[in-house]
């Protein structure tokens, strides 16, 4: 994944630092919102010279895309978490397991939520966001794989980037509707995608 900083941290001092950037970051994006993640207020919450903060991060639009890479590479650990347990478990229910864990994401990942309902994602972010989800989709290739359920090609991929983009849509969805997640929505999810799952490896 391409970073989205002006220039990347080489010592640990600098590495700590600028995680401490980030988490004031998010700590005043959770709080306050898009629009309050001014450098400067960014600097003064992290306790850190604003010439400090611009070696790194020079604009609202630069942090943003921070915050998103980082919750981006949280997103695709807990999918290659799931890649690996699915090839030594036999799910009954892949949809519901794949489902649940992607909605614990929402719940506990504040900071996602708050930039994803927002209103200030940048050009860089939504087109990152978009080669994150071809992430994702491969993610649910290996998982299939894994489980046994189908044949490695080009259909599957494809079908398994719509099954990515539709269950991010309708997360979003039932977290905008419901902090802790539409229940209701989240089933009718399952549901959908249950259908779906069974329409692709019927093909295999």
Known sequence: METPLRRTPRQARSKARLALVLQAAE???VEEGVEALTTTRV????QVSVGSLYQYLPDRGAIIDAL???YFVRLEAVMDDLAAAA???RWEDPVGVLIDAYAGIYRTEHGFRALWFGSGLTEQTRAADREHKRRMADGIRRVLLALGVARDDEPLA???HAAVLAADALAQE???RDADG???LLDEAKVMLRGYLADVTARY
């Open 27 to 29: 700590r005043i994006l």
């Open 43 to 46: 600097a003064a919450e992290a």
């Open 68 to 70: 998103a890479a980082g």
């Open 87 to 89: 090839a030594g478990e």
């Open 158 to 160: 494809r079908s398994c």
């Open 174 to 176: 039932a977290f905008r």
């Open 182 to 184: 539409d229940a209701a």
